[in-house]
């Protein structure tokens, strides 16, 4: 039986109630998204001897992870017999783009469907000396976060490595970013101009409620033979899940993201409700201990600008002093609206002098630009309207 959000994990995280994922739609296991040993133990039961399945698995990983192929055809260095045992045996299944919105600033948002009819947002933001995907997590989210859209869904369950993981291949795909015939792979991580440089686990759901999920699916994408990210180039954003966060420091290894929004327990408890659980004192602790802070791995937190809310000169004070002693930054994000919000975003010579303040003690506090906003993909704003769809229906 899943756990409900208020059981504990062994390791004394909560877990979300969240529904069985089914094994696929096809009733075969799915290569995509496997570890490295679970994947060489398939190429032993698609026939492959003890001896030769380390090479099999690095073949069709690299296929997979390096080339971006989806049909066993096209992996040309296994013999064909092998290539129908694959086939008859597994699956190469990976999200499937159902819409896909281009904003007038160039962000790209995907909507795609995923094993049982799901849907999740995906969303591609091109920058001049980047370009970060914000991947998606959870169908749903079981936070409730009051100013974020997708905290207005209900959670429905966790996404697979697979889905994970395909949310990058997808995105690559739509990018054109595969080697060509005759282009090694290396050409495209050592140009220095990757379409997609970074990943931000930013999208629908809280990463650290889908803990192994999401550790699979990135060690995939930090894998020198695979997609070959930097674990410095991926960032994970957490409300505050504080018992997970050293296990993410020391089994992923990325940079961590915490969505702050508040300076007092009274509020915080309002706009991010997982601080009744975990309070800022825990929450700031938990950053002291993360594994590889420094200055040169610092913390982001992420605080949202919310009119007359959490945006005084008292705010943004409490906030130099509650961060003191983290090597940090502060990213001020304009609140993105959506339909039936219930905030204004703050003005913008409010959010400048709030910077002000904390540039002044000494952090760095960029105010993010708002990307997407035309197609509600900017942070805050994604929300699968399929799911929603879904429950009127069976309202009805």
């Known amino acids: 039986m899943p756990l409900s959000p208020d059981m504990s994990s062994e390791d004394g995280a909560v877990t979300p109630d969240v529904v069985a994922v089914p094994r696929n739609e096809g009733n075969r296991p799915n290569l995509i998204g496997l570890p490295r040993e679970a994947l060489r133990t398939a190429m032993i039961e698609a026939g492959a001897s003890e001896r030769q399945s380390k090479m099999r698995a690095n073949q069709v990983w690299r296929w997979l992870y390096q ?3 989806s049909e ?3 992996m040309t260095d296994l013999a064909k017999p092998f290539r129908a ?23 790209r948002k995907y909507l795609l469907r995923i094993s049982g009819g799901h849907e999740v947002e995906t969303v591609y933001i091109p920058e001049e000396d980047r370009g970060t995907l914000c991947i998606s997590s959870q169908v749903g989210c079981t936070l409730s976060c009051t100013f974020c859209h997708t905290g207005t869904q209900k959670l429905v369950r966790n996404l697979t490595a697979a889905e994970i993981v395909g949310q990058v291949l997808v995105a690559r795909d739509d990018l054109g970013e595969w080697p060509q015939p005759g ?20 999208g629908m759901g809280e990463p650290l409620y889908n803990f192994d999920g999401v550790r699979d699916a990135m060690k995939i994408v930090m894998d020198g033979e695979g997609v070959s990210l930097s674990r410095r180039r991926i960032t994970l954003s957490t409300s505050g899940v504080v018992p997970a966060m050293a296990r993410a420091g020391e089994e992923i290894g990325c940079l961590l993201a915490i969505s702050l929004h508040a300076t007092t327990d009274e509020l915080r408890d309002v706009l991010v409700p ?8 825990s929450l700031l602790q938990a950053c002291r201990d993360y594994p590889r802070l420094s200055n040169a791995e610092r913390i982001t937190f992420e605080y949202v600008m919310l009119k007359g809310v959490n945006d005084a000169d008292a705010d943004a ?6 961060i003191q002693g983290v090597p940090a930054k502060i990213n001020l994000i304009p609140f993105n ?9 703050s003005d913008w010579d409010r959010i400048e002098a709030f910077a002000e303040i904390v540039n002044r003690a000494g952090y760095a506090s960029p105010i993010r ?12 704003q994604l929300k699968s309207a399929s799911e929603r769809a879904r429950r009127e229906k069976v309202a009805l």
């Open 67 to 69: 080339r971006g192929v």
């Open 72 to 74: 066993w055809e096209a």
């Open 85 to 107: 045992a694959l086939a008859e045996k597994f699956e190469l299944q990976r999200p499937e783009i159902v819409e896909r919105q281009l904003s007038a600033d160039g962000t």
């Open 183 to 202: 282009q090694r792979p290396q050409d495209i991580h050592e140009s220095g101009k990757r379409l997609l440089s970074n990943v931000v686990l930013m």
């Open 274 to 281: 997982i601080n009744k659980r975990w309070n800022l004192e």
């Open 317 to 322: 004070k409490r906030l130099v002093k509650l």
């Open 337 to 345: 609206p959506w339909p039936g919000a219930p905030y204004e975003c």
């Open 369 to 380: 630009t708002p990307r997407g906003r035309d197609i509600l993909a900017a942070c805050g």
